[in-house]
């Protein structure tokens, strides 16, 4: 259990987003959510985030844009961050994971691997 912890979901899908609500709530985690890069970034620093889920597609900004700046912000330099994506274009994403605390999944997600991965993250951060 993880109680105390803060976690920001970004994901433009609702129904991704309430299925991780309802994982890390479980989980004893605090939830905050965005459905945007933009919202992430002001969610981030509005709930004072100990972890980022951030999923890449999405309106207005898009993750990777989004974990760019969350990166040039002292506050969120390191930051764990769990990139989830659909894309097949792994490698472009290749100079975001490269960074220090930030790793991804891809969709479909496996919600155990999910929480395992948020788990040691948050713990070795």
Known sequence: MMIGYRV?????EPDIRNILRRL???DGFCVCEAGNG?????????????????D???PQMNGDEA???LRANPQFADTPILIITGSADLASLAGLTSSRNTLLLTKPLNLKQVLTTVHQMVQTA
């Open 24 to 26: 890390f709530l479980s």
């Open 56 to 58: 890449i597609t999405m």
């Open 8 to 12: 920001l979901v970004a994901d433009d």
């Open 38 to 54: 933009l919202e992430a970034i002001t969610q981030a620093e509005r709930c004072d985030i100990n972890v980022i889920i951030m």
């Open 67 to 69: 974990v760019q700046r």
